[in-house]
Antibody, heavy 117, light 107 residues
Framework: QVQLVESGGGVVQPGRSLRLSCAAS????????MHWVRQAPGKGLEWVAV????????LYADSVKGRFTISRDNSKNTVYLQMNSLRAEDTAVYYC??????????WGQGTTVTVSS | DIQLTQSPSFLSASVGDRVTVTCRAS??????LAWYQQKPGKAPNLLIY???TLQSGVPSRFSGSGSGTEFTLTITSLQPEDFAAYYC?????????FGGGTKVEIK
């Protein structure tokens, strides 16, 4: 079945780095754009980044631009989010999601990132 | 950036009620709007896309309407499993944005 599984979350000190992974299965990964969306504790959803199906274009929310990098390896059916210079306000559950025109139709279960000293 | 304003932010309703949630965009987004349901501790689940297209597998009591700047999500005959948070999202332009959410609770 179509599935996305995130990993790589954890507790990290401010200013440090973390890399999240999202492994896809059950569909032709290389045909789809992939997104990261996050949700701070008790808050709403915030879009973070997108990467085109072939990696040719990457876009970011202003809140993470210059600190986060999205990438993908279509041979491994995996999308990544490299997070540098982490701040307390980056604490959230991070979801990866498959992108289609008009919607994000498949979501992973999320991985929790806590930035704290 | 396109701002999405959802109302109400909180809604108390009973099983069997008809519920309507509104999402207003700060500028026209045609029909590039999706609705998601999220239950506590779970990932969002797509309900409606292109403003009014029901995602496969979603019960027909959910419906969406609107275009331009004003959109609505309607749940006819609210069921116990519908008590959750609902979010709209615009996919007209980047950065993609979400509404602030509407929490539907049991009266």
């Amino acid at each position: 079945q179509v599935q996305l599984v995130e990993s790589g979350g954890g507790v990290v000190q401010p200013g440090r780095s973390l890399r999240l992974s999202c492994a896809a299965s059950g569909f032709t990964f290389s045909s789809y754009a992939m997104h990261w969306v996050r949700q701070a504790p008790g808050k709403g959803l915030e879009w973070v980044a997108v990467i085109w199906y072939d990696g040719s274009n990457k876009l970011y929310a202003d809140s993470v631009k210059g600190r986060f990098t999205i990438s993908r390896d279509n041979s491994k059916n995996t999308v990544y989010l490299q997070m540098n210079s982490l701040r307390a306000e980056d604490t959230a559950v991070y979801y990866c999601a498959r992108g289609l025109q008009y919607r994000l139709d498949v979501w992973g279960q999320g991985t929790t990132v806590t930035v704290s000293s | 950036d396109i701002q999405l304003t959802q109302s109400p932010s909180f809604l108390s309703a009973s099983v069997g009620d008809r519920v309507t949630v509104t999402c207003r965009a700060s500028q026209g987004i045609s029909n590039y709007l999706a609705w998601y349901q999220q239950k506590p501790g779970k990932a969002p689940n797509l309900l409606i896309y292109a403003a009014s297209t029901l995602q496969s597998g979603v019960p027909s009591r959910f419906s969406g309407s609107g275009s331009g700047t004003e959109f609505t999500l309607t749940i006819t005959s609210l069921q116990p499993e519908d008590f959750a948070a609902y979010y709209c999202q615009q996919l007209n332009s980047f950065p993609l944005t979400f509404g602030g959410g509407t929490k539907v609770e049991i009266k």
